[in-house]
T-cell receptor, first 111, second 116 residues
Framework: AQRVTQPEKLLSVFKGAPVELKCNYSYSGSPELFWYVQYSRQRLQLLLRHISRESIKGFTADLNKGETSFHLKKPFAQEEDSAMYYCALKDRGSTLGRLYFGRGTQLTVWP | DVKVTQSSRYLVKRTGEKVFLECVQDMDHENMFWYRQDPGLGLRLIYFSYDVKMKEKGDIPEGYSVSREKKERFSLILESASTNQTSMYLC???????????????FGPGTRLTVL
Protein backbone atom coordinates (compact mmCIF):
# COMPACT_ATOMS: atom_id res chain seq x y z
CA ALA A 1 0.00 0.00 0.00
CA GLN A 2 1.31 3.39 -0.96
CA ARG A 3 2.25 5.26 2.15
CA VAL A 4 3.23 8.61 0.64
CA THR A 5 1.18 10.49 -1.93
CA GLN A 6 2.31 13.50 -3.90
CA PRO A 7 -0.75 14.46 -5.94
CA GLU A 8 1.03 16.81 -8.35
CA LYS A 9 3.45 15.35 -10.86
CA LEU A 10 4.23 18.80 -12.25
CA LEU A 11 4.01 22.24 -10.67
CA SER A 12 4.86 25.57 -12.28
CA VAL A 13 5.03 29.00 -10.67
CA PHE A 14 6.56 32.33 -11.52
CA LYS A 15 9.54 33.73 -9.70
CA GLY A 16 8.49 35.52 -6.53
CA ALA A 17 5.21 33.65 -6.21
CA PRO A 18 4.46 31.39 -3.24
CA VAL A 19 4.82 27.68 -3.82
CA GLU A 20 3.39 24.68 -1.98
CA LEU A 21 4.27 21.08 -2.82
CA LYS A 22 1.74 18.70 -1.35
CA CYS A 23 2.49 15.49 0.49
CA ASN A 24 0.01 13.22 2.25
CA TYR A 25 0.88 10.04 4.05
CA SER A 26 -0.81 7.03 5.54
CA TYR A 27 0.95 5.17 8.31
CA SER A 28 -0.35 3.60 11.48
CA GLY A 29 2.83 4.00 13.51
CA SER A 30 4.81 7.05 14.44
CA PRO A 31 6.28 8.46 11.23
CA GLU A 32 9.15 10.73 10.52
CA LEU A 33 8.77 12.80 7.39
CA PHE A 34 11.39 14.19 5.04
CA TRP A 35 11.72 16.17 1.86
CA TYR A 36 14.45 15.22 -0.60
CA VAL A 37 15.39 17.29 -3.65
CA GLN A 38 17.19 16.55 -6.90
CA TYR A 39 18.45 19.49 -8.92
CA SER A 40 19.26 18.99 -12.57
CA ARG A 41 22.34 16.76 -13.02
CA GLN A 42 22.88 16.54 -9.26
CA ARG A 43 22.43 13.82 -6.70
CA LEU A 44 19.30 13.35 -4.72
CA GLN A 45 19.83 15.00 -1.33
CA LEU A 46 18.01 15.69 1.89
CA LEU A 47 16.29 19.09 1.98
CA LEU A 48 14.67 19.00 5.40
CA ARG A 49 13.08 16.76 8.01
CA HIS A 50 10.05 17.51 10.14
CA ILE A 51 11.73 16.69 13.41
CA SER A 52 14.29 19.46 12.98
CA ARG A 53 11.67 22.16 12.46
CA GLU A 54 14.14 24.09 10.37
CA SER A 55 13.95 26.30 7.30
CA ILE A 56 16.29 25.34 4.49
CA LYS A 57 16.73 27.59 1.44
CA GLY A 58 13.56 29.38 2.54
CA PHE A 59 11.51 26.17 2.55
CA THR A 60 9.50 25.00 5.53
CA ALA A 61 7.28 22.00 6.11
CA ASP A 62 4.92 21.33 8.98
CA LEU A 63 3.73 17.89 9.96
CA ASN A 64 -0.06 17.96 10.33
CA LYS A 65 -1.04 14.71 11.99
CA GLY A 66 -4.74 15.49 11.79
CA GLU A 67 -4.64 15.87 8.03
CA THR A 68 -1.71 13.41 7.67
CA SER A 69 0.10 15.95 5.56
CA PHE A 70 3.61 17.33 5.27
CA HIS A 71 3.40 20.05 2.65
CA LEU A 72 6.52 21.92 1.57
CA LYS A 73 6.16 25.69 1.34
CA LYS A 74 8.16 28.68 0.27
CA PRO A 75 6.75 32.22 0.26
CA PHE A 76 8.79 33.51 -2.68
CA ALA A 77 9.99 30.97 -5.22
CA GLN A 78 13.32 31.43 -7.01
CA GLU A 79 14.44 30.06 -10.36
CA GLU A 80 17.09 27.95 -8.63
CA ASP A 81 14.31 26.10 -6.77
CA SER A 82 13.42 24.33 -10.00
CA ALA A 83 14.00 20.66 -9.24
CA MET A 84 12.35 17.31 -8.52
CA TYR A 85 11.06 17.07 -4.97
CA TYR A 86 10.31 13.83 -3.15
CA CYS A 87 8.45 13.43 0.11
CA ALA A 88 9.58 10.46 2.20
CA LEU A 89 8.44 8.66 5.35
CA LYS A 90 10.27 6.53 7.88
CA ASP A 91 9.04 4.44 10.77
CA ARG A 92 10.41 6.27 13.80
CA GLY A 93 10.81 3.04 15.67
CA SER A 94 12.97 1.41 13.03
CA THR A 95 16.74 1.54 13.00
CA LEU A 96 16.94 -0.05 9.57
CA GLY A 97 16.59 3.32 7.93
CA ARG A 98 14.19 2.31 5.21
CA LEU A 99 12.37 5.26 3.61
CA TYR A 100 9.10 5.21 1.68
CA PHE A 101 9.17 7.77 -1.11
CA GLY A 102 6.36 9.48 -2.96
CA ARG A 103 6.36 9.64 -6.74
CA GLY A 104 7.82 13.12 -6.79
CA THR A 105 6.80 16.58 -7.96
CA GLN A 106 8.74 18.40 -10.66
CA LEU A 107 8.79 22.08 -9.77
CA THR A 108 9.51 24.66 -12.44
CA VAL A 109 9.97 28.30 -11.49
CA TRP A 110 9.65 30.62 -14.47
CA PRO A 111 11.52 33.95 -14.61
CA ASP B 1 31.62 14.70 3.34
CA VAL B 2 29.89 11.41 2.72
CA LYS B 3 30.85 9.94 -0.57
CA VAL B 4 28.77 7.34 -2.36
CA THR B 5 30.13 6.25 -5.70
CA GLN B 6 28.65 4.05 -8.39
CA SER B 7 30.78 2.14 -10.84
CA SER B 8 29.25 3.53 -14.02
CA ARG B 9 27.24 6.60 -15.02
CA TYR B 10 25.96 5.00 -18.22
CA LEU B 11 25.67 1.36 -19.16
CA VAL B 12 24.27 -0.32 -22.25
CA LYS B 13 23.59 -4.05 -22.17
CA ARG B 14 21.78 -6.60 -24.28
CA THR B 15 18.76 -8.64 -23.28
CA GLY B 16 19.79 -11.73 -21.38
CA GLU B 17 23.15 -10.42 -20.22
CA LYS B 18 24.16 -10.57 -16.57
CA VAL B 19 24.68 -7.06 -15.25
CA PHE B 20 26.56 -5.92 -12.18
CA LEU B 21 26.07 -2.48 -10.65
CA GLU B 22 28.52 -1.57 -7.92
CA CYS B 23 28.15 0.94 -5.12
CA VAL B 24 30.79 1.99 -2.61
CA GLN B 25 30.45 4.31 0.38
CA ASP B 26 33.26 5.67 2.51
CA MET B 27 31.43 6.61 5.72
CA ASP B 28 31.27 3.23 7.44
CA HIS B 29 27.48 3.21 7.08
CA GLU B 30 25.60 0.10 8.10
CA ASN B 31 22.62 0.55 5.77
CA MET B 32 22.81 0.49 2.00
CA PHE B 33 20.00 0.67 -0.54
CA TRP B 34 19.31 0.16 -4.22
CA TYR B 35 16.49 2.08 -5.90
CA ARG B 36 15.30 2.50 -9.42
CA GLN B 37 14.03 5.89 -10.51
CA ASP B 38 11.48 6.10 -13.31
CA PRO B 39 9.49 9.14 -14.48
CA GLY B 40 6.07 9.18 -12.91
CA LEU B 41 6.90 6.29 -10.59
CA GLY B 42 9.41 8.03 -8.35
CA LEU B 43 11.93 6.03 -6.34
CA ARG B 44 11.18 2.37 -5.81
CA LEU B 45 13.23 0.30 -3.42
CA ILE B 46 14.68 -2.87 -4.90
CA TYR B 47 16.77 -4.26 -2.05
CA PHE B 48 18.49 -2.99 1.05
CA SER B 49 21.09 -4.26 3.43
CA TYR B 50 21.60 -3.40 7.08
CA ASP B 51 24.81 -5.33 7.64
CA VAL B 52 27.42 -7.38 5.84
CA LYS B 53 25.87 -10.44 4.20
CA MET B 54 22.39 -9.29 5.29
CA LYS B 55 19.75 -8.28 2.78
CA GLU B 56 16.09 -7.44 2.72
CA LYS B 57 13.72 -7.28 -0.23
CA GLY B 58 12.26 -3.95 -1.09
CA ASP B 59 9.14 -3.34 -3.11
CA ILE B 60 10.32 -4.58 -6.51
CA PRO B 61 12.97 -7.30 -6.01
CA GLU B 62 11.88 -9.51 -8.91
CA GLY B 63 14.61 -9.94 -11.49
CA TYR B 64 17.31 -8.60 -9.17
CA SER B 65 19.67 -9.92 -6.55
CA VAL B 66 22.25 -8.23 -4.31
CA SER B 67 25.51 -8.94 -2.61
CA ARG B 68 27.12 -7.34 0.43
CA GLU B 69 30.42 -9.05 1.19
CA LYS B 70 32.08 -5.95 2.64
CA LYS B 71 30.55 -3.16 4.65
CA GLU B 72 31.44 -0.45 2.16
CA ARG B 73 30.26 -2.22 -0.99
CA PHE B 74 26.77 -3.18 -2.14
CA SER B 75 26.24 -4.78 -5.53
CA LEU B 76 23.06 -5.04 -7.54
CA ILE B 77 22.87 -7.94 -9.98
CA LEU B 78 20.52 -8.38 -12.89
CA GLU B 79 20.74 -12.10 -13.57
CA SER B 80 19.26 -11.85 -17.07
CA ALA B 81 18.66 -8.29 -18.14
CA SER B 82 15.38 -7.43 -19.80
CA THR B 83 14.23 -4.29 -21.60
CA ASN B 84 11.85 -3.39 -18.77
CA GLN B 85 14.88 -3.01 -16.51
CA THR B 86 16.01 0.02 -18.49
CA SER B 87 16.09 2.69 -15.82
CA MET B 88 18.13 4.99 -13.60
CA TYR B 89 19.55 3.06 -10.65
CA LEU B 90 20.40 4.92 -7.45
CA CYS B 91 22.43 3.63 -4.56
CA UNK B 92 22.21 5.16 -1.08
CA UNK B 93 23.64 4.62 2.36
CA UNK B 94 22.81 5.67 5.91
CA UNK B 95 23.94 5.00 9.42
CA UNK B 96 21.80 3.32 12.02
CA UNK B 97 23.71 4.40 15.03
CA UNK B 98 20.97 5.49 17.41
CA UNK B 99 23.20 7.88 19.27
CA UNK B 100 23.85 9.86 16.11
CA UNK B 101 20.12 10.06 15.51
CA UNK B 102 20.49 10.54 11.83
CA UNK B 103 18.20 9.16 9.17
CA UNK B 104 19.72 10.89 6.22
CA UNK B 105 20.24 8.74 3.18
CA UNK B 106 23.20 9.76 1.04
CA PHE B 107 22.81 9.03 -2.62
CA GLY B 108 25.22 8.16 -5.38
CA PRO B 109 25.15 9.89 -8.78
CA GLY B 110 23.13 7.11 -10.38
CA THR B 111 23.70 4.64 -13.20
CA ARG B 112 21.55 4.97 -16.29
CA LEU B 113 21.14 1.45 -17.62
CA THR B 114 19.79 0.79 -21.08
CA VAL B 115 18.90 -2.78 -22.02
CA LEU B 116 18.57 -3.34 -25.76
Amino acid sequence: AQRVTQPEKLLSVFKGAPVELKCNYSYSGSPELFWYVQYSRQRLQLLLRHISRESIKGFTADLNKGETSFHLKKPFAQEEDSAMYYCALKDRGSTLGRLYFGRGTQLTVWP
Amino acid sequence: DVKVTQSSRYLVKRTGEKVFLECVQDMDHENMFWYRQDPGLGLRLIYFSYDVKMKEKGDIPEGYSVSREKKERFSLILESASTNQTSMYLCASSTRTAALRTDTQYFGPGTRLTVL
